[in-house]
Nanobody, 120 residues
């Protein structure tokens, strides 16, 4: 079994910053990619950013230049540094990891979600 536990998030004023963390644990042989999605009520989950095991990153146009994804492979943890936050960034943020387990099976695992609210 693999678990992803998220931390961070909360309420911040426009222009402020927040940092999200996502720690994976369990029967992990390696993690190929880690990423972040977000969702607002009534809308589909939206891609935010992803990072490969080698550190290659990709961002949605809406967050490029404001958000930074990183990871600590030794800790199986991903981070999302969110700067210059806007009210439109308000959403529940989910982390996802593409995990290769000890039996060499490959699955996506999702975190529990964390609320980010940008409001004055």
């Amino acid at each position: 079994q693999v678990q992803l536990v998220q931390s961070g998030g909360g309420l911040v004023q426009p222009g402020g910053s927040l940092r999200l963390s996502c720690a994976a644990s369990g029967t992990i042989l390696r993690i190929n990619s880690m990423g972040w999605y977000r969702q607002t009520p009534g809308k589909q989950r939206e891609f935010v950013a992803t990072i490969t095991s080698g550190g290659r990153t990709n961002y949605s146009d809406s967050v490029n230049g404001r958000f930074t994804i990183s990871r600590d492979n030794a800790k199986n943890t991903a981070y999302l540094q969110m700067d210059s936050l806007k009210p439109v960034d308000t959403a529940v943020y989910y982390c996802v990891s593409l995990v290769v387990s000890y039996d060499y099976s490959v699955h996506d695992y999702w975190g529990q979600g964390t609320q980010v609210t940008v409001s004055s």
